[in-house]
Every structure is written in C-alpha cells, then in structure tokens.
C-alpha cells in the first residue's frame, strides 16, 4: 500500500540554524500540506501545496518557512533560522483531492536546542 | 482556536464492549469530518470520514454519526478491540480539494483486555 514517507525521523539542530524537512508523498496524490505538533497540544495546519504554489498557509507559517517541491516526487518544509518554539513533530500530508481523505507520513521531530 | 473540541482527554473501555468518541465543531461553515488513530511515534491514520449531507458512514467495526444541529459527532467502535487502543483525533474541513483539517485535541482510547 502506498505511504507517505519522511526523512529524516528526529532531527536535532541548534538555535538559529537551518533545517530542511523532507517529505515523498503518495505518487499520484496532487496536494500536499504540511502539520506540526508541539508535545501535548494539537495538530496544527502550517501550509498547503498545488499545482507548485502555496493554496493557503497559517499565520504560523510566517517568512521563516518555506516550502518547495524540488523534482517530481519530493516536497519539503524549510526553516530559515530555527527558534526553540520551532521543535515539534513535523507531519506531511497528501491527498489526491475533494473528498478524499489525508495521508500522513510517520513524521520528523525536531529538536532545537 | 477551539473550533474542533474533544472534551474527553481519555476513555478506558473493556475489550468487546461500544467505544464512544465524542467530538464538538463550532464553526458551522465545515462541510466533511474525519476521525484519525495516532498511535505513539507515527503519523495519523485516517480511519472514516462523513461528509455533511450525510449523518451516519460506517465502516466495518467503526460508525461515524453526525449532528450537524447539534455540531457533535461520534465515533463508535464495536466490539472493540486491545487494538485500538490509541489516541483518537476528530478533524473537520472546510471543504473542497485542498483545504486544511483543524484537529482536535484528540482522546486517548485504552482498551482493557
């Protein structure tokens, strides 16, 4: 069965630091988000991504992030100068459009210290 | 932002016996639910979906119902199972093809054997 996978699983960066999350979504599925978790709150939408463009992004997702799919199969999340308020299980997400359910990946936890 | 509420932290059921998962939505603009199981260090999984016209899907063991007057729906599970012992998260959407999911705060299900 098809998944969404993501690399790497924990990343463990320094304050101010760049880090880039990597996502390969669900090969035929055409939108493609990107979620947090910070421990103990709830899933939080960051950003979603269609036909190469940003459709909508959070008042989260501010000039510190940005989003890009390289090539055909890659989406990934950047994060230009990290914050400690940045660490949180990362989640991508793709579907193949109205009606259909998300997939998530596993996800990325970072850690900024 | 409590538009997606889920007041039980945690439910503790036997095994066989009717889990019910209980969800609330504020915003009256959303137009499709979906019910997530988190297990710890992954991704949701997305488990049913009911979109608004409708006010009952089911899906083997799961039920979504929906009372749109009342902005409540409910997850069943029957007869559960050791498991589905797992977090569960209700998500409402406001629609269309690539609109974000708002989570809820999710409730932890144990399923005593």
């Known amino acids: 069965e098809p998944e969404v996978t993501q690399t790497p699983s924990h990343q463990v960066t320094q304050m101010g630091q760049e880090v880039i999350l990597r996502c390969v979504p669900i090969?035929?599925?055409?939108?493609f988000y990107w979620y947090r978790q910070i421990l103990g709150q709830k899933v939080e939408f960051l950003v979603s991504?269609?036909?190469?463009?940003?459709?909508?992004k959070s008042e989260i997702f501010d000039d510190q992030f940005s989003v890009e799919r390289p090539d055909g199969s890659n989406f990934t999340l950047k994060i230009r100068s990290t914050k400690l308020e940045d660490s949180a299980m990362y989640f991508c997400?793709?579907?193949?459009?109205?009606?259909?359910?998300?997939?998530f990946g596993p996800g990325t936890r970072l850690t900024v210290l | 932002d409590q538009q997606v509420k889920q007041n039980s932290p945690s439910l503790s059921v036997q095994e066989g016996r009717i889990s019910i998962l209980n969800c609330d939505y504020t915003?009256?603009?959303?137009?499709?639910f979906l019910w997530y199981k988190k297990y710890p260090a992954e991704g949701p999984t997305f488990l049913i979906s009911i979109s608004s016209i409708k006010d009952k899907n089911e899906d083997g063991r799961f039920t979504v119902f929906l009372n749109k007057s009342a902005k409540h729906l409910s997850l069943h599970i029957v007869p559960s199972q050791p498991g589905d012992s797992a977090v569960y998260f209700c998500a409402a959407s406001l629609g269309g093809s690539n609109y974000k999911l708002t989570f809820g705060k999710g409730t932890l299900l144990t399923v005593n054997p």
């Open positions: 915003n009256s603009m959303f137009d499709y």
């Open positions: 991504f269609y036909n190469n463009e940003i459709s909508e």
């Open positions: 090969s035929n599925h055409l939108y």
């Open positions: 997400a793709s579907n193949r459009g109205f009606g259909n359910e998300q997939f």
